[in-house]
């Protein structure tokens, strides 16, 4: 089974800073990737996915995520983050042939006014 | 888009009751379903997989006599915590995929289970 594994438990920064969440899977065969955010009382919400061509995916409110095979990585990032941006972020893997969705332990990301 | 809707939000019982917690697709045919299970400050730990008109299968140390999943049709799934105890206080989140939602997950808005 994989595992997924989110480096940052809590990351606080300000607004207008540039953001990056760490998130590594372990699995040799084919994956599909996703990050998550669950805004505060708010169920999670699908901010990108990657599945197969590009590795470099750009997802909604300007977050994107590049896939990197040979590190087994899938960061997010973000050029410049707004107060809005504060929630709880989830890596997400699943294998190929698989519709089971494993989850990172997630990052709790706090943006400063 | 895709939407789950998860009922209730938030439900208190006494322990040694059941409580039935509801998953709805409203826009698409929920083939596939999932239940996760969220501790505070934690990931979501899946619990079991449900396909529809089938029996659900369930990850290894859910108790399948106590946490009860149905997926009687394409729109509906329910889980009932049975004989429910403090211990099973936690956030409960269904999932769901299918048609046609281009193998993508939507999750429900979670339901906030408090056994007192």
């Known amino acids: 089974a994989q595992s997924v594994s989110q480096h940052n438990h809590h990351v606080i920064l300000s607004e207008a800073a540039s953001l990056e969440l760490g998130c590594n899977y372990s699995y040799g065969g084919t994956v599909n990737l996703f990050w998550y955010v669950q805004y505060p009382g708010q169920h999670l919400q699908l901010l990108l996915k990657?599945?197969?061509?590009?590795?470099l995916v750009k997802g909604i409110k300007g977050f994107e995520a590049e896939f990197i095979k040979s590190k087994f990585s899938f960061n997010l990032r973000k050029p410049s983050v707004q107060w809005s941006d504060t929630a709880e972020y989830f890596c997400a893997v699943n294998a190929g042939n698989d519709y089971k969705l494993s989850f990172g332990a997630g990052t709790t990301v706090t943006v400063r006014a | 888009g895709a939407v789950v809707s998860q009922h209730p939000s938030r439900v208190i019982c006494k322990s040694g009751t059941s409580v039935k917690i509801e998953c709805r697709s409203l826009d698409f045919q929920a083939t596939t379903m999932f239940w996760y299970r969220q501790f505070p400050k934690q990931s979501l730990m899946l619990m079991a997989t449900s396909n529809e008109g089938s029996k659900a299968t369930y990850e290894q140390g859910v108790e399948k006599d106590k946490f009860l999943i149905n997926h009687a049709s394409l729109t509906l799934s329910t889980l009932t915590v049975t004989s429910a105890h403090p211990e099973d206080s936690s956030f409960y989140i269904c999932?769901?995929?299918?048609?046609?939602?281009?193998?993508?997950?939507?999750f429900g808005s979670g339901t906030r289970l408090t056994v007192v």
């Open positions: 990657y599945f197969s061509g590009d590795p």
């Open positions: 999932s769901a995929t299918g048609i046609p939602t281009n193998y993508g997950y939507t």
